[in-house]
């Protein structure tokens, strides 16, 4: 009885706690904004806003002075003329290409290598992601030294032992791999820590059972430790894949593009584009086309962190 | 609970607060009501040019004293292709800036910097400016767009001690190519150093071809229908790479470091590894307060050596006002630039009092000849009157000094020069790292590459 009577008075005042409710969840909403505002505001400014400039500009002629014209897709089509548009897609695709083959197993085997080791295994760690915290410029300009044909450290050292002297950044044939090289020993740190973290967590009951059951150290290898480094190393490749198709740096300070533009990449050019000839517009428009290659890459990213993160 | 909210609503409006004052303060400074101006210069010297740095204040205090009204604001910073286009945009680019000989014309076609003339007519010397100094910063309607600083003709800089150690006379510097390369042949087989070496990097490759290609005869665009059309498929450009090509893999004589732009090649000639490159008198101070070298003893420059063109780059450094400065500030800026640059390369008691001040510093180098920014005998009144304060062996300088007179000195190509540049870089690139490189197949491509942009920057 009880229970009946207390019930209309309940249905009575349901919405009153409704809208108590409500309110609260309002206050809790607005706090909730007023908490996100600054970050809001910072990534509206300096992301969001300069992207929206960017494909409106990608439209436009403008000198960023005068008030700009609108073109349509002059500024596109006159990039899918350019043929250094060619050579720079050719030359992107190479360093990404040889970064798979040179910069992509070299954490993988570094890491391999790290986890056997016993003793000073920090000192290992901190060795190899020192390159990673080397500023890229100064580590650019110092690889510039090893790579000089005349008195630079790699000549010095091959020549020792009856090798070269090779002209490394001075030959169109030569150039990119060494820029690969380079980028390999500065990036391959971070990498391989990750590698190193994901394979001490494979159980070693797995590799036991695997032991148990006669496999040798390459069948444990194939058979236990890359299945279980799968999601791992899909990712890192996908993240290597948008890192190196977005490289400027190496070639901007090494060789500017050259010898005979064979290191000119896509975002070199998009740079020679707006900031040596002023061509705002085709730099934006090509900015645009390697943003939509990315935006592929970064879905089929996304896609695999989904199943990464239910797994 | 209350509290703690309430702070933390506080805390985020701070936050809120503090990152629109930063946005707040990315906005130029103004005018106070139009009566005081506050001009922002770029062409301060670094802290570690301390004498420069110093003579710079010193102009700062005297010309605000006799410019009430006018405060001026040095900048260390220089014409920086990276940041300029967005601090133009943004109206942040100082009122004043420095831009290397490389870039008035591209900077005047774009229009980002605004002309001056008008101002700078109100200046009684106006009209005794030498016209071939203002013309690299001229449009075609003779709008003046800036003020130059030392203006310079290419010539050719050498090492004097390699000179000797190769049995050459450093006294006798080469006069034609063919002297050059048989110079630069003797330096590289008696000391082992490049014997010459050409810039290729960052558009400075095509910037010396085009001087090459002038002392050659040639010349990168001609006018052709009203229309500028390329000329870079032309017998004097073949016989320059040509040059270029024998001195590299024939002679060997250019050493092995190719990719190189005017720093890497003033750092390597300071360091004693270079025979000879194409330069201005103007880098030996780039050899001195950059790279270190220690006196003008090495340092030889002559005139361009010449192929039957009898002609040679002119340049200068230069002061510009951009596009977005309004017009109140711009009667403040040339007055500035005609006080801090002009006087004193026509004013020769200004000119010794700034020598006298400079020379205080063994770091500086005094007197490093330059091109008479207005007539000859002005020139020589400013010599006599700095000869007193003058550091550097004058000696070294006088090939470059007597023979740039007999040449013609002929600006940049008129139009989109940068851009013909990038072009013809790789053409040089080529010559220089490939030694099966067809340069008539090049010169094919570069016209063809050529015609296309100029044509596109006509439409």
Redesign the interface.
């Known amino acids: 009885m009880t229970t009946l009577l207390e019930r209309p008075e309940v249905t009575k005042a349901e919405p009153a706690v409704v809208a108590s409710r409500r309110r609260a969840g309002l206050r809790r909403e607005l706090l909730g904004l007023l908490f996100l505002a600054p970050a809001l505001l910072v990534f509206g400014l300096f992301s969001w806003w300069p992207i929206v400039r960017g494909l409106l500009i990608s439209f436009q002629e403008t000198n960023l002075v005068d008030p700009a014209v609108w073109v349509g897709l002059e500024n596109f089509q006159a990039v899918l003329t350019d043929p250094l548009v060619g050579t720079a897609m050719t030359n992107t695709l190479l360093f990404v290409g040889l970064g798979l083959v040179i910069g992509f197993p070299a954490p993988i085997v570094l890491a391999a290598v790290m986890s056997t080791v016993r003793r000073f295994a920090g000192v290992y760690r901190v060795v190899v992601y020192l390159p990673v915290v080397v500023p890229p410029v100064v580590a650019i300009l110092l690889w510039k030294w090893f790579y000089d044909p005349g008195s630079g450290l790699f000549n010095q050292l091959l020549g020792l032992i009856g090798l070269g002297p090779y002209p490394w950044l001075q030959s169109p044939h030569t150039a990119m791999l060494s820029l690969v090289l380079e980028a390999t020993w500065a990036g391959m740190g971070g990498a391989a820590l990750i590698y190193l973290a994901a394979m001490t967590g494979v159980p070693a009951e797995l590799y036991e059972a695997a032991e148990s059951d006669g496999a040798g150290i390459w069948r444990r290898i194939w058979h236990v430790l890359l299945p279980q480094l799968r999601p791992v190393i899909g990712l890192l490749l996908l993240l290597q894949l948008i890192g190196t198709i977005q490289v400027f740096t190496e070639p901007y300070i090494f060789t500017q593009g050259g010898p005979d533009d064979a290191t000119l990449t896509v975002l070199l050019l998009i740079f020679r584009y707006a900031f040596q000839d002023g061509r705002y517009g085709q730099a934006a428009a090509l900015s645009v086309l390697l943003a939509l290659v990315l935006a592929v890459l970064s879905a089929v990213y996304l896609r695999l962190t989904r199943s990464w993160s239910t797994k | 609970m209350a509290t703690p ?1 309430r702070v ?2 506080a805390l ?2 701070a ?2 607060g503090l ?2 004052t930063g ?1 707040a303060g990315l906005t130029p400074a103004k005018d106070d009501a139009g009566t005081d101006v506050v001009l922002r210069v770029q062409g301060m010297p670094a802290p570690t040019d301390s004498a420069a740095l110093a003579q710079f204040n010193r102009l700062v205090q005297d010309f605000q004293a006799k410019n009430p009204g006018i405060t001026i604001e040095g900048s260390e910073n220089r014409w920086d ?2 940041t ?2 967005a601090k ?2 943004g109206k942040t680019i100082e009122d004043v800036i420095q831009v290397p000989l490389t870039e008035p014309q ?1 900077l005047i076609a ?3 910097v605004q002309p001056i003339t008008e101002q700078l007519k109100q200046w009684t010397h106006y009209q005794e400016f030498n016209p071939q100094v203002l013309q690299p910063l001229s449009d075609g309607a003779k709008q003046v767009y800036g003020v130059p600083q030392a203006p310079f003709a290419q010539g050719l800089v050498y090492n004097r001690k390699l000179f000797t150690q190769a049995g050459l006379d450093p006294d006798k510097p080469p006069a034609t190519w063919d002297e050059v390369r048989a110079a630069a042949k003797q330096i590289s087989a008696k000391t082992g150093k490049a014997g010459f070496v050409h810039e ?4 400075t490759g095509g910037w010396q071809l085009t001087m090459l290609t002038y002392t050659h005869g040639g010349s990168m665009e001609t006018e052709q229908d009203g229309k500028v059309v390329a000329a870079v498929n032309d017998p004097a450009t073949k016989q320059s790479l040509e040059l270029l090509k024998a001195m590299r893999w024939t002679d060997n004589s250019m ?5 190189m ?1 005017q720093d890497d090649v003033v750092k390597q000639f300071a360091a004693g590894q270079v025979g000879m490159f194409m330069g201005t008198p103007g880098t030996y101070k780039l050899a001195k307060t950059k790279f270190g070298m220690k006196s003008t003893a090495d340092y030889g420059v002559t005139s361009l050596p010449q192929a039957g063109g009898n002609a040679t780059l002119g340049g200068a450094e230069v002061f510009m006002v951009p ?2 400065v309004p017009k109140e500030k711009v009667d403040a800026a040339v007055k500035w630039l005609l006080f801090a640059q002009a006087e004193a390369q026509y004013e020769p008691t200004v000119a010794a009092e700034r020598a006298k001040e400079l020379a205080k510093d063994p770091k500086a180098a005094v007197g490093v000849p330059t091109l008479p920014m207005f007539s000859t005998a002005q020139q020589q009144k400013i010599d006599a009157a700095i000869k007193p304060y003058v550091n550097v062996e004058l000696e070294h300088f006088r090939p470059w000094l007597e023979g740039t007179p007999k040449l013609t000195l002929k600006p940049e190509p008129p139009l ?1 020069a ?2 013909l540049y ?1 072009i013809l ?2 053409v040089v ?2 010559v ?3 030694k099966d490189a067809n340069v008539d197949a090049l010169l094919t491509k570069a016209q063809a ?1 050529a015609d296309k942009m100029l044509a ?1 920057e006509q439409k």
């Open positions: 909210m933390r609503a985020v409006a936050a809120t990152a629109l946005c292709p990276l300029f286009s133009l945009a591209g774009r229009k980002h290729s990097k960052g558009n050493g092995q470091n190719q990719l732009d596009a977005s989109a940068q851009k990038t870089d790789t690139q080529s220089l790292t490939k590459d596109a």
